[in-house]
């Protein structure tokens, strides 16, 4: 894996009592930096792409930034190939790897991040397609891409919003840890970081950290799930493959 990437990954756009981004915004602005003055905004996960990117572009340029949303571009690839930043939004995961496909945008975007080292900010379903695959994203599959696999920017799964199980519902369906160890059953499947609503993982090069207010829960095939708080190195995650499960 290059060493070049930065990442933002983002459980979700909006925390309980707080407007859009506002709980990571001071995150945004300190993983972009001076010198990113555009972002390029990926709004393929909802269908309604002008009203994602209008509220998105309202809240980039209350922080100093400029938005260009890639659905308004006559040549979505030549778009990725100039971008100063890449922001993918929440939505359907499904509908966001498809449309990735589709477009043939997959290959553009590793490149622009791993080889050329262009900030990457993505939250919920934006995290989850930066991942090695979308198979723990919690969302219903309304349509088919070509494949789960995804970006690959990092080794591992994500599971955004992840929650914790509520000792007092009488929900009998699986609790989300009940899914994540379904998933572990399969065989060389890696390693799963739930992260909870108002968690984000910084990576930069060969290092992960976590940052934000709450803590995540880390799967690993064959091992109990174990509890992480904010400022947790998880460097390893980074040289590990699923051929070591």
């Not at 995150?27 to 996960?45: E, M, S, T, W």
């Not at 490149?111 to 900030?119: F, S, T």
């Amino acid at each position: 894996m290059a060493n070049r990437r930065r990442l933002l990954l983002v459980s979700n756009s909006t925390l309980h009592g707080g407007g859009y981004l506002e709980h990571c915004q001071q995150h945004l602005q300190d993983f972009l930096g001076p010198n990113v003055k555009r972002i390029l905004f990926v709004p393929y996960a909802l269908s309604d792409r002008g009203a994602y990117a209008k509220m998105a572009r309202e809240k980039f340029e209350s922080l100093g930034y400029g938005l260009d949303s890639i659905h308004e571009s006559p040549d979505p690839t030549e778009a990725v190939r100039k971008a100063e930043a890449i922001f993918i939004g929440g939505g359907n995961t499904f509908r966001l790897l498809k449309v990735l496909y589709d477009n043939g945008l997959m290959q553009p975007i590793r490149k622009r991040v791993l080889e050329d080292g262009i900030p990457y900010v993505g939250s919920s379903a934006g995290t989850n397609v930066a991942t090695i695959s979308i198979n723990t994203t919690n969302d219903m599959p309304i349509v088919y891409p070509p494949s789960l696999a995804a970006l690959g920017l990092v080794p591992f799964n994500i599971n955004p919003h992840y929650l914790d199980p509520d000792v007092n519902s009488t929900h009998m369906g699986e609790t989300r840890e009940k899914r994540i160890l379904q998933y572990h059953e399969e065989p060389n499947t890696p390693p799963v970081l739930g992260l909870r609503e108002g968690s984000l993982l910084l990576v930069e090069g060969n290092k992960a950290t976590l940052q934000g207010k709450t803590g995540a829960r880390l799967f690993v095939r064959g091992n109990s799930p174990t509890e992480h708080k904010p400022g947790m190195d998880f460097s390893f995650l980074l040289a590990e493959g699923p051929e070591k499960h």
